[in-house]
């Protein structure tokens, strides 16, 4: 079961990373997985929701940081 869970929050990450084009969905993305993963991660430990906020607010600051350096590189292009 706890495999089976890890496995579907690894392949929804793969589908979804490259999800958004402007910072509040790069964000909103990258909370969802990070959320996703964290309570995968969290249930093995027995606290689902715990790991589901964590993981949110790391996946929120990922996404974030994400957007930032895409727009960055963006406007080096020639």
């Known amino acids: 079961m706890k495999t089976t869970t890890l496995t579907l929050c690894a392949l929804a990450a793969v589908a979804l990373a490259g ?4 910072t509040g969905e790069r964000t909103g993305s990258g909370a969802l997985l990070g959320a996703g993963t964290g309570a995968a991660i969290g249930s093995l430990s027995g606290n689902a929701g715990k ?3 964590i993981g949110g607010a790391a996946g929120a600051l990922g996404g974030y940081l994400y957007d930032q350096d895409k727009k960055k590189q963006e406007s080096y292009s020639y």
Not at 19 to 22: D, E, K, S, V
């Open 19 to 22: 999800c958004g084009t402007t």
């Open 51 to 53: 790991g589901a906020l």
